[in-house]
């Protein structure tokens, strides 16, 4: 069965900072991985999605990355805002059928 | 932003009733799923829907029905709310199911109370 961790569950930093959250998940035979943003009281918007094949994805300050043969995925953040303040969750794609499977999420805190 | 609403947005009941939440699309995705979202649990998935009238269960699906008889219409039922149904019920879309167009995008989700 497959089980996403992110760690750290919760992180604050000063603004200006580059950061980096990871996600590790249990079985390698993934169809892709997409990295959510969740405001608090919101809904979820998709931020990156990786497929099984590629290594990586960037969209601005943002840059995600895939590991498969270890299991991991991470997002880094680039000179980070107190706009960038939320949860931000991975979930893998497993199956064909598109389900996904998401973390717990990092609560990310960027102070002024 | 996907065209995806859900209603209601918010809905308190009693336990034993019935209730229906609705997600509704405007962007003629084929795939649609209904999660909840819980404190220590994080967001899983109840029942998914990859064509009209075609569903299947997800990780949570014990008390819970759904029914899909339009692509932009997807429901989802409780045919006796419980107090462990208490949650934040959200509803997402994507294209395809595998692929380059698995991309799946949230509604903003129902707040549901159950006394």
């Known amino acids: 069965k497959q089980e996403v961790t992110q760690i750290p569950a919760a992180l604050s930093v000063p603004e200006g900072e580059n950061l980096v959250l990871n996600c590790s998940f249990t079985d390698s035979a993934i169809y892709n991985l997409q990295w959510f943003r969740q405001d608090p009281g919101k809904g979820l918007t998709s931020l990156l999605l990786?497929?099984?094949?590629?290594r990586e994805q960037t969209s601005g300050r943002l840059n995600a990355s895939l590991d498969k043969s270890s299991g991991r995925s991470t997002l880094y953040i680039a000179a980070s805002q107190p706009g960038d303040s939320a949860t931000y969750l991975c979930a893998v794609g497993s199956s064909n059928t598109g389900k996904l499977i998401f973390g717990q999420g990092t609560t990310l805190q960027v102070k002024p | 932003d996907a065209g995806i609403t859900q209603s209601p947005r918010h809905k308190v009941t009693e336990t034993g009733t019935p209730v229906t939440l609705r997600c509704h699309q405007t962007?003629?995705?084929?795939?649609m799923y209904w999660y909840r979202q819980d404190p220590g649990h994080g967001l899983r998935l109840i029942h998914y829907s990859y064509g009209v009238k075609d569903t299947d269960k997800g990780e949570v699906s014990d008390g819970y029905s759904v029914s899909r008889s339009k692509t932009e219409d997807f429901l989802l039922t409780l045919e006796s709310a419980t107090s462990s149904q208490t949650s934040v019920y959200f509803c997402a879309i994507s294209e395809s199911s595998g692929g380059a167009y698995n991309e799946q995008f949230f509604g903003p989700g129902t707040r549901l109370t159950v006394l």
């Open positions: 990786i497929q099984s094949s590629q």
């Open positions: 962007e003629n995705h084929r795939y």
